[in-house]
């Protein structure tokens, strides 16, 4: 690990200082001038969405870790104590920022190579219910530990088996349980009975006790000795292969050895003076939110004067969003195996020309069609380290708890992903959304995802990191946080904590809410006055994790009340150099 240095510190303050200010964004891009601030030399920050993981990521990082490493170290925490959503067995994105250069890392998960355009499908051509979400059949090719293990081989500077220690602790020794994720998994349980193996492992779980997973530490063991290779092949290969074999899955040995992490360039535009930095596909989230801000925009003189969450900024919002659904249906799949035409959709042009639709509409009720010619759960976290590196990641297992099958004696779920593709044309998946073709079943592939992990930078360094779970309403999610930040002037808090809409053209003109959190009754009204059929949400969509530099050049943190997530602000090592260490 690397000292603190007088340069580091130097360089440190010069980044920080050149960083200044975020809030409000839009004043600072119709030319407020930024407020003074004094940079604070070895500052990092983390909001992650729950305090055990959020600790691990504070003491990576105490100790001279870079924001990698303690995502690294963060990612295996949370499928200890994040069972819902954290995990050994799904896949995920990570945004990142370090030494001054950013770079995205997918590591979606793949469908096996048995897999079948129709595998879900009864004789008569028709969807099989909960075929691509419940059981073993419902897995992708789980693709976390490559991706963890991909990041570190690239950007790590704490030893691999010294970030997997944390974990190993929690599963081992374990951790209180917190209310909100016992009745998760009381709700889970009831909804599996029967189907998987769901009970045996959790069981016994209960708010307020220990819960120790030795399992679970013996696979973490085994990952921590030998890299990737003690997930992809070996004894927890066996043991995933073997589950599979029980309940009739298709991931076999040779695809755990051949799956591949990828590392791609991220979807990057400007906003308000600012670089976006976000996910590419397989996610459909960059494209939406380059179209949403885009739009935003392009409609600014509709927007004037719209308080928020009003009627008349809801219907705006919605207007946009069905328009980025439509696209997201048609266009979107995995950019191995289908062309997805990312520079038209998100051509300022084009995002004008859509917007322009919006502003021309007498109504709610037009049809939308692609422009050129549960409770689910994901997660995410978000890190800066003291040198100014960031880390926006977010992972899942899709549905909350996966597939519901927990790898006999490895002691961890598998996902349920394979229901992110279009398992048939206008088939809506968990969350309602409908694609076609591109975005259809072939193996190897990787599925449609929403997962928007997204860095805004400014003058080159990053002044805000955030992401959010909630399927299709991720990057619906990150694109009202931004606003709230930008046009509300809400510090990432309230802005993580404001209710959300969502609108995704099917229902169609139906907008739901936050469940925690009512639209107000005269924005109801309105809305509905405009033909929308507004409702509470069936599910809690969301739990936005936001790190920000405020006016004065200070990190501020948002943890999302609908979750169990914490922010922390602490002093930490200016590290984030590279020292090999393994
Ligand atoms: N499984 C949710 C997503 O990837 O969007």
Redesign the pocket.
């Known amino acids: 690990m690397k000292a603190f240095t007088r340069r580091a510190a130097l360089a440190l303050g010069a980044a920080l200082a050149i960083g200044l200010g975020l809030f409000p964004v839009d004043a600072r891009a119709v030319g407020t001038p930024a407020a003074s601030a004094t940079p604070r030399a070895g500052i990092a920050a983390v909001a992650a969405p729950d305090r055990p993981s959020a600790e691990v990521a504070r003491d990576v990082l105490r100790r001279g870790g870079n924001a990698v490493d303690a995502a690294i170290a963060t990612a295996f925490a949370l499928a200890v104590t994040y069972p819902e959503a954290g995990n050994l067995g799904g896949g995920g994105f990570l945004t990142l920022h370090i030494d001054g250069k950013q770079a995205f890392l997918d590591f979606?998960e793949t469908a096996p190579a048995a897999a079948t355009r129709d595998m879900y499908l009864d004789a008569a051509g028709k969807a099989v219910p909960d075929a691509s979400l419940v059981g073993a059949r419902a897995a992708g090719v789980p693709g976390t530990v490559a991706g963890l293990w991909a990041a570190h081989q690239r950007y790590g500077t704490v030893p691999w088996k010294a970030l997997l220690a944390p974990a190993i602790r929690l599963a081992r020794e374990g951790f209180v349980v917190d209310a909100q994720l016992a009745e998760r998994i009381r709700e889970q349980t009831a909804e599996l009975a029967g189907r998987t193996n769901f009970a045996a492992h959790f069981g016994g779980v209960a708010a307020g006790q220990r819960w120790r997973q030795p399992e679970l530490a013996r696979t973490l063991e085994r990952i921590a000795a030998q890299g990737s290779d003690g997930f992809y092949r070996g004894r927890t290969a066996d043991l995933i292969v073997a589950e599979m074999r029980r309940g009739g899955g298709l991931v076999s040995a040779a695809d755990l050895v051949g799956y591949q992490a990828a590392w791609r360039e991220p979807l990057r535009f400007t906003w308000r003076g600012q670089e976006v930095v976000t996910a590419p596909p397989p996610?459909?989230?960059g494209i939406a939110l380059a179209q949403l801000l885009g739009m935003r925009e392009a409609l600014a003189p509709a927007f004037t004067g719209l308080a928020h969450n009003s009627a008349g900024y809801v219907h705006l919002l919605a207007e946009m969003m069905k328009r980025v659904f439509a696209d997201r249906a048609e266009y979107l799949g995995d950019p191995d195996f289908v062309s997805v035409p990312t520079t038209k959709l998100t051509d300022p042009a084009y995002i004008a020309r859509r917007a322009a639709e919006v502003r021309a509409l007498p109504s709610t009720l037009t049809t939308v069609r692609p422009g050129l010619e549960d409770s689910?759960q994901?997660t995410h976290f978000s890190i800066i380290d003291g040198a100014g590196g960031a880390v926006a990641l977010t992972y899942?297992l899709?549905?909350g708890f996966g597939n519901g099958v927990v790898v006999t004696g490895a002691g961890f779920l598998l996902n349920n992903?394979m229901?992110?593709f279009s398992t048939r044309p206008g088939q809506p998946n968990?969350?309602g959304v409908v694609g076609g073709r591109a975005n259809e079943i072939a193996p190897g592939k990787r599925?449609?995802?929403?997962?928007t992990p997204t860095l805004l930078l400014r003058d080159g360094r990053v002044v805000v990191s955030l992401g959010t779970?909630g399927?299709?309403t991720?990057f619906t999610g990150v694109f009202q946080t931004l606003l709230n930040m930008a046009d509300f002037g809400m510090d990432p808090q309230a802005a993580v904590a404001a209710s959300r809409m969502h609108h995704q053209l099917l229902p169609p003109d139906r907008i739901v809410y936050s469940q925690c959190c009512a639209l107000a009754p005269e924005t109801l009204a309105g809305l509905q006055a405009l033909g929308y059929k507004v409702e509470r949400s069936g599910w809690e969509f969301g739990d936005m994790m936001v790190i920000a530099v405020d006016a004065a050049g200070r990190l501020q943190t948002g943890a999302d009340p609908r979750g169990r997530g914490v922010g922390l602000v602490f002093e930490a090592m200016p590290s984030g150099r590279r020292s090999g260490a393994r």
């Open positions: 979606r996610s459909s989230g689910p994901t899942t899709n549905g992903e229901d992110d968990l969350y599925m449609l995802s929403s997962m779970p399927g299709s991720i």
